[in-house]
C-alpha cells in the first residue's frame, strides 16, 4: 500500500503525549495512600495479636508451673488453697474432694479473663 503524502511532507507531532498526566498521578498516589494505610492498620492488629499471644503463653507457663509445684509436694504437702501473682497473671488454686483447681486471672484486650485448670483426682481417697 502506498502512502499519499510522502514521509519528509508528512505533519510532525511536536506535541505528541509522552509521560502520565497530573490527574493520572493523582489518582496513582490516592491508590498508593489506601495502600499504606491498609498495611499499617494490617500491622496495628498483627502486633495487638502478637501481645494476646504471649500473654497467653505467659499465662499457660504460669498455670503449669503451679500445678506441678502443687503436684510435686505430693497430696498432703500441697495447701487446700492459695494466691500468688507473676507477670500479670493471678492464679487462685483450691483442693476439693480430690480435685486440684488452678485459675488464672488476666487482662487480655482490656477485658478481665479467666482460665481454669482441673486435675482430678490429685489424692485418691
Known amino acids: 500500500m502506498y502512502q499519499l ?3 519528509r511532507l508528512q505533519r510532525r507531532h511536536p506535541h505528541k503525549r509522552r509521560g502520565f498526566s497530573l490527574l493520572e498521578v ?3 498516589l490516592v491508590l ?3 495502600g499504606v494505610l491498609a498495611a499499617v492498620k494490617s500491622l496495628a492488629a498483627m502486633n495487638r495479636m502478637i501481645a494476646a499471644g504471649a500473654l497467653t503463653t505467659r499465662v499457660a507457663v504460669t498455670a503449669a508451673t503451679k500445678i506441678e509445684s502443687l503436684l510435686a509436694g505430693g ?3 500441697a495447701p487446700e488453697s492459695g494466691d500468688s501473682a507473676f ?6 488454686w483450691d483442693r476439693q474432694n480430690g480435685e486440684q483447681r488452678v485459675v488464672a ?7 478481665e479473663r479467666s482460665d481454669t485448670v482441673t486435675l482430678s483426682p490429685v489424692c485418691s481417697l
Open 32 to 34: 498508593l495512600a489506601i
Open 87 to 92: 507477670g500479670g497473671v493471678r492464679l487462685r
Open 5 to 7: 503524502v510522502p514521509p
Open 75 to 77: 497430696c498432703g504437702a
Open 26 to 28: 493523582m489518582i496513582a
Open 105 to 111: 486471672h488476666y487482662p487480655l484486650d482490656g477485658v
